[in-house]
């Protein structure tokens, strides 16, 4: 890999990484709605990615099955875990997301797995494992739960976005974005209070967090990935990616205060050991997954 798209690959693992910890500052410290923020960020998207809206992908119930796994699916539940829980943990936990689409690869696609990606599944499941779980009650937050949970509608979506055929990664943000709104918004409508508080009190700390969120991690970071994956192997690449999750860890305890003991030392390195071995074995999902995963949320 040269110099300058090493460059841009670090550039965007710290996009993502300030992307989760932006997220949680706008949940927790302003008390923005995650169903909300959710939401406004899908519109932005939309917004943004409307040209390339049409011709719809065919068959079209399954981009928009795709899209809500891995846009309001996923988000959705990214954003309700991050108010209960913080960055490093999330960092962690949605690691999840790779060993289960391999296992869905292996149960919707007929794909194989030897010894190595079993063990990479093994250790991230222990990883993250340990991270969740309380030791004085054995009782994991509801907050990594839900980013449990969103691990896997993500990587369900990844699955099932392996069959459907030539769809540019312009037209999937658009939709993504375009599944995802109108379930996404009804539902904060209908279940969420406080929309209008955090626009008024915390105006303009919430709207730079959408546009940075919807523009520049999801069209400008997600589109400098594509790239660099029509120029390497996913194989390279996904390792590499790993930086996301690290710096997320280190914001985190820099910028919230994050707690970083040694039962999350020790389910960060078991975790993302397991990653690292899944990424180092071919595993036809991968690349959707890692293409729209890394910028969660």
Not at 53 to 82: D, E
Not at 167 to 182: D, E, I, K, N
Not at 191 to 210: I, K
Request: with cysteine; charged share 10%.
């Amino acid at each position: 890999m040269s110099l300058r798209d090493l460059a841009v690959l670090i550039a965007i693992c710290l996009v993502w990484a300030g992307n989760s910890v932006m997220s949680k500052v706008l949940i927790s410290q302003f008390g923005a709605p995650p169903l909300f923020y959710a939401a406004a960020r899908f519109a932005v998207v939309v917004i943004a990615t409307l040209p390339w809206l049409l011709p719809a992908p065919r068959p079209l119930w399954r981009m928009i099955v795709v899209g809500l796994l891995m846009g309001g699916g996923t988000f959705a539940l990214t954003f309700v875990g991050l108010k209960t829980t913080t960055p490093s943990a999330f960092a962690v936990v949605t690691q999840l997301g790779v060993p289960i689409s391999t296992i869905l690869s292996m149960i919707m696609l007929g794909e194989r797995i030897r010894w190595r990606r079993g063990l990479g599944i093994v250790l991230t499941l222990a990883g993250a494992l340990i991270v969740m779980w309380d030791p004085a009650g054995l009782a994991p937050s509801p907050g990594m739960l839900f980013i449990a949970a969103s691990a896997f509608t993500g990587a369900l979506g990844a699955v099932m976005m392996k069959q459907i055929a030539g769809v540019s990664p312009r037209r999937f943000q658009a939709w993504v974005g375009f599944s995802s709104l109108w379930p996404v918004a009804l539902l904060s409508a209908l279940t969420e209070t406080g929309q209008r508080a955090v626009l008024s009190h915390a105006l303009w700390p919430f709207v730079g967090g959408v546009l940075f969120s919807s523009l520049v991690v999801s069209v400008v970071a997600h589109t400098a990935f594509y790239g660099l994956i029509q120029k390497y192997e996913v194989n390279l690449l996904q390792p590499l990616t790993l930086m996301t999750p690290l710096a997320t860890i280190a914001l985190g305890v820099l910028l919230t205060h994050d707690a970083f003991g040694p039962r999350m030392a020790l389910g960060t390195a078991v975790a993302l050991t397991g990653v690292m071995i899944i990424a180092l074995r071919r595993n036809h999902v991968l690349a959707p997954l890692a293409l729209m995963r890394r910028a969660m949320p």
